[in-house]
Structure formats: C-alpha cells, structure tokens
C-alpha cells in the first residue's frame, strides 16, 4: 500500500476502502478502513506500558459486564449474530480484551504494535486490526470469497461466500477470523497498516478516533 500524504496530529488520515454492493445491502452501515504507520515490532516503550497500567486501574468487572450493553460493544455483538457468530462464545475484540483483563489482573504487554491496538480498542470499543503495510496489494475491501480462494499465501480453500477482509491479490483475513500469514506483522515489518471494520451503530467519528488513538501510540513509541 501506498502511505497517504494527508496526516491528521501524528499519523496519515485514515483510507476508506470498500465494500461489495450485495455484502453492503446485506449489511448497512459496514465499512472498512485504515491507516499505515512506520513502526517496527518490538517490546512497547515505558509510556505504553504505563499507559496499559492505567486503563487497568480504570476498568474493573463492573466495567466488563457492563460493557456489553454500551452502543459500540453491542453494535458487533449484533452484527456477530448477523454472521453466525456466537458472541458469547466467539468473542468481539473489546470484550475479548476485557476478559484477559479480568483473567490477567491487568492488560499485560505484549510489545507493538499489540499495545497500541489493545489501548484503541479498550478505549473506543471499534475493532481493530494489524497487518504489514508492505505486504499488501493495493486497497482493502470485504467481500464474499469467490469458489476456490483461500487466505493469501495459505493452502486451504474458504468456503464460498465466506465473508473476507480483501486487498487486490485476494483474501487477507476472515471476517473476525483467521488472517493470512503473508500478510502479518512479522519481526522484519517496517510498516504496519491498522485496520478498523465498522458495523452498524458505529459512528464513523469513533472509527476515526480509533485508527488516530492506535497509529499515534505507534508513531510515538
């Protein structure tokens, strides 16, 4: 991908990319967008981890269960329910989040760019992602997988219709599922695209904040 020039404070405006007409019809109000950052992985500098530190102190059980029945939280476990999938079960990234928290006694570091997202997504609600910015093909899109695709780089087909995060060679992820391996943040990424899907009920104002929150803890790390 190509690294936008417009920059919003500390990291490039985020890109929209698109949706498949039948896939948007399905589902209103889904969207795909992101933002790329230059950040190599490595263990978070003292600020992030002191930054983990405090949102641990501010979000306690109460806030978990609670969680579930704020606009954001409950805007993906409505669409996991729309894509057959259990919430309960498979669980949304914030609330996923919540419960390491509960089970951790904190959010644990686990270097970048995982901090950055784990602090977006904890503080926002949206769903993020990371992938290698220099490993993509192009603009990102969701759409149905076609007969024969299978994850970029990965042997085994997805079932046709499989609703996928896309760029312009092929799948990249599983909607809320498995992400290809070519495509991952590796040791040796020197770019690293974040990645936000929005659904229905998430205002576009959070997504924005969200890709701004994670790719401006990266850009200052």
Not at 34 to 44: D, F, G, L, N
Not at 125 to 144: H, K, Q, S, T, W
Not at 171 to 190: I, K
Request: charged share 25%; glycine share 10%.
């Amino acid at each position: 991908m190509e690294a936008s020039e417009h920059r919003v404070g500390w990291v490039p405006a985020p890109r929209q990319g698109w949706v498949a007409p039948h896939v948007a019809a399905e589902f209103p109000g889904l969207g795909i967008a992101w933002t790329e950052v230059e950040c190599r992985p490595r263990r978070s500098p003292e600020p992030v981890r002191r930054r983990l530190r405090d949102l641990s102190d501010r979000f306690y059980g109460s806030h978990a269960v609670q969680m579930r029945t704020r606009a954001i939280p409950w805007a993906y476990r409505t669409f996991f329910r729309q894509i057959g999938l259990d919430p309960d079960r498979n669980r949304t990234p914030v609330e996923q989040l919540a419960l390491e928290r509960l089970f951790d006694g904190g959010f644990k570091s686990r270097g970048l760019p995982g901090d950055a997202l784990t602090v977006a997504i904890v503080e926002t609600g949206v769903a993020l992602r990371a992938f290698d910015a220099d490993a993509m093909e192009g603009a990102l899109c969701i759409r149905d997988s076609a007969p024969g695709e299978s994850l970029v780089g990965s042997a085994g087909e997805l079932a046709q219709g499989t609703l996928v995060m896309a760029d312009d060679e092929g799948p990249v992820a599983v909607m809320f599922g498995p992400r290809a391996e070519a495509r991952a943040v590796e040791g040796h990424s020197r770019r690293i695209a974040v990645v936000a899907t929005q659904v229905d009920g998430v205002p576009q104002i959070a997504v924005e904040e969200a890709l701004w929150m994670a790719g401006a803890t990266l850009e200052a790390a």
